[in-house]
């Protein structure tokens, strides 16, 4: 995605970041909670932020990117408008949420854990959403679909476009 870091967009996003660390960084383990404020200011950890954040913190860019791209609720990638999970936990597996989860990588022309270059889906892969008796099941933001197939995917994602 062509999508550049905007310093003088985000001057006050990062004033912000830069005051957290500034109260965090002298206490054990700072790097977790530095980041989850970082993902929830940001929305997501482009490069130039873990950079402000290894400066900020005295830690190694390559630990704050290990971090980073270890836990799942961080994303190095800005989220779409709308985020689609497709799960793929057994019940729903063995029901078909691959071919679900094909159909919606084809529709978007994207890959898991990617964003379409219009800014409006990020597609996800999950585990059990705990809808198994609606299995498959694809959640859109907070709004569940059950009981799918790969031809009701194309009108389910036009409603959001």
């Known amino acids: 995605m062509g999508l ?3 310093w003088e967009k985000n ?7 830069e ?5 965090n960084k002298n206490k054990k383990g700072a790097l977790m909670p530095v980041l989850h404020k970082a993902q929830d200011i940001f929305g997501y950890l482009p490069l130039e932020v873990q950079n402000i954040i290894s400066e900020g913190l005295s830690v190694p860019l390559s630990e704050v990117y290990g971090v980073a791209t270890f836990y799942s609720k961080f994303s190095l990638i800005p989220k779409g408008e709308y985020t689609i999970g497709v799960c793929l936990g057994t019940a729903c597996y063995v029901k078909g949420s691959q071919e ?3 159909k919606v990588q084809e529709i978007l ?6 964003t379409t270059a219009d800014g409006k889906f990020s597609l996800q892969a999950t585990r059990c959403l705990g809808a198994c008796g609606l ?5 859109i933001n907070d709004e569940v679909y059950g009981r799918l197939t790969p031809d009701a995917v194309e009108g389910i994602l036009e409603k959001y476009k």
Request: glycine share 4%; proline share 3%.
């Open 4 to 6: 550049k870091f905007d």
């Open 11 to 17: 001057k006050e996003k990062i004033h912000e970041l």
């Open 19 to 23: 005051l957290f660390i500034e109260e």
């Open 100 to 102: 679900i989860l094909d």
């Open 109 to 114: 022309n994207i890959q898991v854990g990617e």
């Open 135 to 139: 299995a498959p099941v694809m959640v």
